[in-house]
């Protein structure tokens, strides 16, 4: 997948494991078309710990300078169906940070955020987390075990439940911001041994050599998240002739973005 967009695209989609490791966050910049959005929310709840993180730019209309002013000094809360409420702290531009909320496995979280006299919320339920049963390095058959390797996740989806994933690759410490989003359908309770491919240099696929450490992160997501991904990765594909649309997203209107409750689990391997 081409993963190189135009210069004046935009939707800073932080990864999902970016609102775990500051050290893990990348941007994806699309293309969006002019609304009355005024504001770009990204944010989620995980089951790892915390904080977890917000982050709120104002959008600028398509034809104007790629410079995405932070919204500060917002009312941020995120609650859960439990009772609990978190007011967030601004941490710095345009980004916000929980203080006591704890993300578990089947609750539901919901994000309002407050600015110039505007209320806007998404809702979340956080999926329960599936194993990775292995994860290993294979190579391209045309190539031979001395060739391009690439990295492949084993798992088995939970039968009669309705699953949504996204698998994220975690090189040498750097999260890779390739878009992999599964789901079940058709195959419900079936094992999933599937690919991994990210860009390399050029338009090559990404490859392997000795020494190198890979972490598989597989993300259960919800529907709304899913669909979400699934319009980033429609619109990137889509190149510069494609007419410009805005991602699905579970913020009300007329604001853009995403709020994500998810779980996570991860395996490691060394490339030998």
Do not use: W
């Amino acid at each position: 997948m081409e993963m190189k967009y135009s210069q004046f695209a935009y939707i800073a989609f932080i990864s999902a494991i970016s609102f775990l490791l500051s050290s893990c966050e990348k941007v994806i910049d699309l293309k969006l078309r002019d609304s009355d959005a005024g504001i770009v929310i990204e944010g989620a709840v995980t089951d790892q710990p915390g904080p977890y993180k917000v982050k709120i730019t104002r959008k600028v209309n398509f034809d104007e300078p790629n410079v995405f002013p932070p919204v500060n000094g917002a009312t941020v809360v995120i609650s859960d169906n439990m009772g609990n409420i978190d007011t967030l702290n601004q941490v710095g531009p345009g980004l916000y940070e929980t203080n006591s909320i704890v993300g578990i496995a089947g609750n539901t979280y919901t994000l309002s955020v407050g600015d110039q006299g505007k209320t806007y919320t998404g809702q979340s339920v956080m999926p329960q987390p599936v194993a990775i049963d292995s994860i290993s390095i294979d190579y391209f058959l045309f190539g031979g075990p001395d060739t391009a390797k690439y990295v492949k996740i084993d798992f088995r989806d939970p039968k009669g439940i309705k699953n949504y994933y996204r698998v994220l690759e975690v090189f040498n410490g750097d999260t890779l911001d390739g878009i992999h989003i599964l789901n079940d359908d058709y195959r419900d309770g079936q094992r999933f041994t599937q690919p991994i491919f990210e860009d390399g240099e050029g338009d090559s696929y990404q490859t392997f050599k000795s020494g190198d450490v890979v972490t598989i992160l597989l993300l259960s997501i919800n529907e709304s998240t899913f669909n979400y991904l699934r319009g980033v990765d429609a619109i990137a594909d889509g190149g510069p002739s494609r007419t410009p649309s805005n991602p699905p997203t579970n913020i009300s209107k007329p604001a853009l973005g995403y709020f994500s409750a998810h779980s996570v689990t991860s395996r490691t391997i060394i490339v030998k």
